[in-house]
């Protein structure tokens, strides 16, 4: 593991208007780690991958990506820094095909995958390339939010729970795919609800509440905290 | 004479190119209104004004440079967008934030302003724009006579309204553009300019408008109130295609221009207001407009 983390959050706040939704969160992760942000709903996930990704504006604190301020970065140059975002709802867009959703990122880096490699990484895509993107089903969706990021050549991307209402056997899949991915050095950060599944491909955990970090372990120490985790999660 | 319902084929004919002439201009200028809507989300009330415009840049140029009609063919579709982009950048892009009535209210306020100076400097009259040499006189078709010039605005406004709609539909800055009329925060994560998208799809419905103008300046007077006669018009096209929607928009611009008329020929008194008489039914049937999507 290098020195620097790759992205370095230092006492994020952050507001939806009025409303006070993140309270001085701190977080690291460091090249290459896979890190899991685990927390009941309205803890203040999602929310901490959106004011890091810039879409949410009224934030104050340090966020640092590969030597690069954050925070002073309109929200288009994020994803060129080297970011890349696969948020909750998907954002596969309605009118366009499978084909123009995968290459509609623009490329930031040398690095990505080729379009020919993404469809052998997901040979359905390839069968539905010329279908409305919308009309996948959710498991296909999801890899398509996922294939359209391995493009760019971002060097990290923010996961918001990939899993979220998908199949136990579409889950497995994408779990396979992250495994490749961290496989091929992709540093990620996830946010997920489903525990096991996360337990199988983070190095790392950070805890929420209440929006700030209550604790952050590696995956080894995961069986003495299970009494902690039960008891903030809810599981 | 062959007679069709009653009516001389010639006279309905006629009216039926008449309306295709006034359909090419309600197509050219309601698809520039639904791009704009579209990604911008703001009613451009500017519309007619800028299509006024077009005319004028046109006229001026021919009166004071002696530029001709070929050339502000493509001169003044330049000038008018890149006015368009003035406009975006230093109001339009500062209401994006607070209620889009400030959007509309903001490009009335611009049309009535530019109208008015045009109406000082110029008065109510029109002036006339001669047809270019090359497209003078017409063509007998044998069951018609066609003058060339009206013929030319409608293959060229089908023109551009096919060529904006295949460079929308099909190209890569097109795809931008459908995804960012979707969801433009998303977009910008992805690394896309989306205010810079934001200007140019202005300056491009914009320059839409422009080029209309130009086009219709031979066919009508050039006049400060060429614009704002027809824009009424124009908005019932675009609720009619459903806001947003492109091929509707360029389908019912036709359509309704069709529509307009047919009535002349067979119920003249009818002929202004039959656009709205359909406006209405359609959005007693279908709200969302005949090629909009329900909400």
């Known amino acids: 593991m290098t020195d620097a983390p790759l992205l370095s959050v230092r006492g994020l706040n952050a507001w939806y208007g009025e409303s006070h939704a993140l309270h001085g969160v701190d977080l690291e992760v460091f090249q290459g780690e896979t890190v899991t942000l685990l927390g009941r709903n309205g803890v203040g996930k999602t929310t901490t991958l959106r004011s890091i990704m810039g879409l949410i504006r009224k934030r104050t604190g340090e966020i640092s990506f590969d030597g690069k301020d954050l925070m002073r970065m309109p929200l288009h140059h994020t994803a060129r820094a080297g970011l890349g975002y696969v948020p909750e709802e998907r954002g596969i867009f309605a009118t366009l095909t499978v084909d123009e959703n995968l290459i509609l990122p623009p490329v930031v880096a040398k690095g990505g995958m080729s379009v020919e490699e993404i469809f052998d990484l997901f040979p359905n895509l390839k069968e539905r390339r010329n279908s409305q993107g919308t009309k996948l089903s959710g498991g296909e969706q999801q890899m398509l939010a996922i294939a359209r990021m391995l493009r760019t050549g971002v060097k990290m991307l923010l996961l918001d729970e990939p899993t979220e209402g998908l ?9 396979e795919l992250l495994a490749t991915l961290k496989q091929r050095g992709m540093t990620i950060l996830l946010v997920e609800q489903n525990f096991r599944f996360a337990s199988r491909i983070a190095d790392r955990f950070y805890l929420m509440e209440h929006g700030k970090i209550m604790a ?14 039960h008891e903030v999660l809810g599981v | 004479m062959t007679m069709i319902f009653g009516i001389p084929l010639q006279a309905f004919l006629g009216q039926l190119l008449v309306g295709l002439i006034n359909g090419s201009f309600y197509a050219m200028l309601s698809l520039g209104l639904a791009i704009i809507f579209g990604l911008l989300r703001v009613i451009n009330f500017a519309h007619g004004a800028q299509y006024m415009l077009g005319a004028f840049v046109g006229y001026l140029l021919l009166v004071h440079f002696g530029v001709g009609y070929w050339p502000a063919l493509l001169i003044v579709p330049i000038v008018v967008g890149i006015t368009g982009i003035v406009i975006e950048r230093l109001a339009l892009s500062k209401l994006y934030d607070i209620d889009p009535l400030y959007g509309l209210l903001f490009t009335f306020g611009l049309a009535l302003v530019i109208e008015g100076i045009f109406r000082y400097y110029f008065g109510v009259s029109g002036n006339p724009y001669s047809v270019p040499e090359l497209l003078a006189g017409g063509t007998n078709l044998g069951f018609m006579f066609l003058p060339n010039y009206r013929g030319w605005v409608v293959v060229a406004s089908l023109a551009v309204c096919l060529g904006t709609w295949f460079a929308i539909e099909k190209t890569k800055l097109g795809a931008y553009l459908r995804a960012a009329t979707e969801n433009p925060r998303l977009v910008q994560a992805f690394g896309v300019n989306v205010p810079l998208l934001l200007t140019l799809t202005y300056g491009l419905g914009s320059a839409l408008a422009g080029l209309a103008g130009i086009l219709a300046a031979p066919v009508y007077q050039v006049s400060p ?8 018009v124009v908005f019932a096209v675009v609720v009619v295609g459903g806001m947003g929607s492109i091929m ?17 020929v067979f119920y003249p008194e009818a002929s202004n207001i039959v656009i709205f008489v359909i406006m209405a039914i359609v959005l007693l049937v279908r709200p969302a407009g005949l090629f909009g999507k329900d909400a």
């Open chain 2, 225 to 232: 109130l060429m614009g704002s006669n027809l824009i009424i």
């Open chain 1, 167 to 175: 199949a136990p056997v579409i889950v497995q899949r994408i779990g």
């Open chain 2, 248 to 264: 509707g928009a360029i389908v019912t611009g036709y359509m309704l221009g069709l529509a307009e008329g047919l009535t002349k």
């Open chain 1, 216 to 229: 952050g372990f590696p995956v080894g120490e995961l069986p003495d905290r299970m009494g902690q985790l």
